[in-house]
């Protein structure tokens, strides 16, 4: 089945307004319009396979996060930007949660580097995974707990210091329902990081259409700092704090530039996802991805 949006869940919105039509150039070559809702700076994908059918939209053969390989450049780039990235993960929860060795669920767990390395720092984990083969992989792999998504309402309230998703939201179906259970599943003073790319960037401006982080059909929503704004106040948390993500900006000029199939794409993409990082740093709400570090209002 598919699903078009006539109204925004976010927002309540109703006068959604044709934005840009987008090609999924990973897996179906499908074409999809993404939808925009100006009260709060969001797109929404039209037209998008339901949570019973969007499984065949992950099958690619390229899809770099599940990849373990390390050959060719881009994927040696890759695995060193991901050790970094797991590495200052670790700082901003330990920092952001003033917890140590405290209790944390990554949604969307994937293939379970993340959740390995904070058990490897004593942190007590536990995962959500819609992908049977990366669920397996994490608990064969590392030994880890990863339950379904379906999981997700059983589980104890107030139990977690921490709860992450790692360009994860995007990818949700239930956008409420979820922000719903994060405010359930968190402790009192328990920490919600979100990461998820900024359609309100200056590569998205400059790729358009051709922005590899609007990844459709598998970006359901395209959020902006109003959108998630917006969600915090609707489910009674704030931002405490926004971080940039350095390696983004690269990672999705250098796609884009693939799927526009310009010519010396690795030089235009290094020079665009250099200016994409320094107009970030100079302003986080500008930046390619932003990661939200938000607290229940007390
Ligand atoms: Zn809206």
Redesign the pocket.
Known sequence: MRIVHTE??????KNLIPFLVCKDYTVSGEQFEIAY??????G?TQNIPDQASIGSYYKAESYISHSNTKAGLINRLYHYARNWMLRSKYDLVSKATHVHQGSLLDIGSGTGYFLDMMKKKQWQVKGIEADEDARKFAEQQFGLTIFPPSELTRLAEKQFDAITLWHVLEHLHELNGSWQQFGRLLKDAGTLFIAVPNHECYDAAHYKAQWAAYDVPRHLWHFSPT?IA?LAQNHGFQIMEKKIMPFDPFYIALLSEKYAANSIGLIRGALHGGIALLRGLLNVDKSSSIIYVLKKKS
Do not use: A, M, V
């Open positions: 925004c869940p976010i927002c309540s919105g809702c100006q009260p709060c700076h969001t929404l959108s917006t």
